[in-house]
Every structure is written in C-alpha cells, then in structure tokens.
C-alpha cells in the first residue's frame, strides 16, 4: 500500500489517502505523465461543460477537460478524446454560485 499526501480539492473522487494495490502498479506501467489543475482551473472548467455543452459533470469527471481546457495538456491541432463523467452533483451548492469558487468562465 503506497500512502500520498490527500489533496484538498473540490474533486473529491480525487482525494484519498494511499494508492490501490490494483491500481497504482496500472498506473505505473500505462501511465508517462500526469498533470494537475487548481480548483478555479477546475470550477472554469465545469461551468464551460454546464454552460456551453449542457454536460452536467462533477468535479472529478471533469478533471481532464480542465486539464485541457487551461492548457496544461498541450491539445491545440491535435484529435483528442477525454473521458467526461459522473453527474453527482448537488445543484443548489455549485461551485461557481456566490461565493463557492471561481465566478467567471473563459
């Protein structure tokens, strides 16, 4: 068991305290790079798919499109297919509402 250090985020599928004994030796073998976003990053990110695509995305599920979406993954002029998912989401505690989280969208 690989224990990490929980991060605080708004993603919290992304929180947890250790690496699974199944997954993380996946991980290690498929996986050559990771990125990582900050929650405003993130929020941006989330209202664009519920604004702009009427996608409802939790915070999780939406992880790799902010990735891309801020850049951090370089995808100009490239055809990239990013995984989107889950909807469990409490509408009436969005995170980009008054003071939850990031108030503007991109």
């Known amino acids: 068991l ?3 250090h929980e991060p605080e985020t708004i993603a919290d ?11 993380f030796p ?11 976003v900050d929650d405003a990053i993130l929020v941006q ?3 664009y ?6 996608l409802v995305v939790e915070p999780t599920g939406a992880l790799a ?5 801020a850049q951090a ?6 055809r990239v297919g990013i995984l989107i998912s889950g909807g469990n989401v ?14 503007s969208s991109k």
């Open 45 to 47: 990110a989330m209202r």
């Open 13 to 23: 599928g992304a929180r947890t305290p250790c690496l699974g004994q199944h997954t």
């Open 2 to 4: 690989h224990r990490v």
């Open 26 to 36: 996946l991980v290690r073998r498929y996986v050559d790079e990771m990125v990582t």
């Open 65 to 69: 499109f902010a990735a891309a979406y």
């Open 90 to 103: 409490e509408c009436d505690r969005l995170p980009w509402q008054a003071g939850r989280g990031e108030n």
């Open 73 to 78: 993954v370089p995808v100009e002029g490239l």
């Open 49 to 54: 798919l519920w604004e702009r695509l009427k």
